[in-house]
């Protein structure tokens, strides 16, 4: 059984004094040494003011929940994967309405749109969302277009599941009080790609070339960039960035690692890589090349590894979210939520296929083993 991912907010917590025991606690714990602190990017001055980004939502200091009493409130849900892939999210995300007191067909209505990895038709799905007057909008996986959704999505509450930062992607004016009409949960990827190139490291040992696939178009791709370039260099790894903005594109930068000899791959968290995790998968057990990912989802479906934190609890917390929303809570007064604890999980079967041997240590130090 996996263990279960905790959040820095309990999904009961709903008075002002246990959001500041939030705000002032710190991570700790040398095996996750890489876990998220209140400034893991050591973001500064350059950013937004607190009283300025304040003013500029003074017009959203509330939003109305129900327009009438009959007629139950609609829930937008924007997503730039599909219903094929993340079903269980979807589940979580309404386990976490029923956590709150929501249940959808009897007093909460949810419109879904999915850009099924196309990031270029979420604005326009937005405006969907948007012409149904919803009463909170939900949008995960949408990091590639995220500031321009949350422009679009102004005049509506928001719960965001971002991987990025919500302070520097000028979602929120702080984690602890975001202060407008956003709010969410935030896992920071960036801070974790030291720790997948440790395990990655730890797994293949020392090898003179390591891929990292990445989408160039996403919000979060320039800090990722950066911190594994810093975390190569630390440890004397040479590595090469291999762009991929499609899913045609796969087949293409497979073919580019196989001609620059990479012997590991990393893969970096994306709607486009999670949408066609399969197809991602088959092409890296075809070229025998072990691969770490940053979602439980990719070695429950066949791929090698990951390291991060459980999707699923974050859709839950989001559908929490909404439901406190729906209730009346101000986002701007809820935490962006930030995992405490992250998971490796292994999968032996595709070790064996690729010709992996996986090091006992990191077999006793895994999560979750999958045989």
Do not use: C
């Amino acid at each position: 059984m996996p263990k279960l991912i905790s959040w820095n907010i309990a999904s009961r917590i709903k008075v002002r004094s246990e959001q500041l025991e939030w705000i002032d606690s710190e991570v700790r714990g040398s095996r996750h040494a890489s876990l998220i602190s209140h400034n893991p990017l050591g973001l500064s001055g350059g950013h937004m003011q607190r009283r300025q980004f304040l003013a500029s939502f003074g017009a959203a200091a509330a939003w109305p929940i129900l327009a009438h009493a009959q007629q139950p409130p609609i829930v937008g849900f924007l997503s730039g994967r599909s219903l094929a892939s993340d079903a269980h999210l979807v589940q979580a995300f309404r386990d976490g309405l029923s956590e709150a007191g929501y249940a959808e067909g009897r007093n909460v209505a949810i419109e879904f749109r999915w850009a099924e990895g196309r990031s270029q038709r979420l604005n326009a799905l937005a405006t969907e969302l948007v012409a149904r007057k919803p009463a909170v909008v939900f949008a995960g996986a949408v990091d590639v277009r995220i500031r321009s959704l949350n422009n679009e999505l102004s005049a509506f509450p928001v719960v965001f599941a971002t991987g990025g930062d919500p302070v520097s992607l000028g979602l929120a004016a702080s984690l602890g009080r975001p202060g407008g009409h956003a709010t969410g949960t935030t896992v920071i990827s960036a801070t974790l790609w030291p720790k997948r190139l440790e395990l990655l490291r730890e797994l293949i040992g020392e090898t003179e070339v390591v891929a990292v696939l990445v989408n160039p178009d996403n919000a979060t791709a320039d800090p990722a960039t950066k911190a594994i370039e810093a975390a190569a260099k630390n440890v004397g790894q040479r590595i090469i960035l291999v762009s991929v903005s499609v899913e045609n594109e796969f087949d293409t930068a497979f073919l580019k690692i196989a001609a620059e000899r990479a012997k590991g791959l990393l893969v970096a968290d994306d709607a486009i890589f999670q949408n066609g995790r399969d197809k991602l998968i088959a092409l890296a057990r075809r070229q025998a090349i072990p691969a770490i990912y940053g979602r439980r989802e990719f070695p429950a479906s066949g791929g090698l590894m990951s390291y991060g934190a459980s999707t699923t609890d974050q859709y839950r917390q989001s559908g929490l979210y909404v439901g406190r929303i729906l209730a009346g809570a101000k986002p701007g007064e809820l935490p962006f939520l930030q995992p405490t604890k992250f998971e490796t999980v292994i999968n032996l079967k595709t070790a064996k296929v690729i010709g992996i041997t996986v090091p006992k240590l990191l077999l006793t130090t895994a999560d979750e083993v999958i045989e």
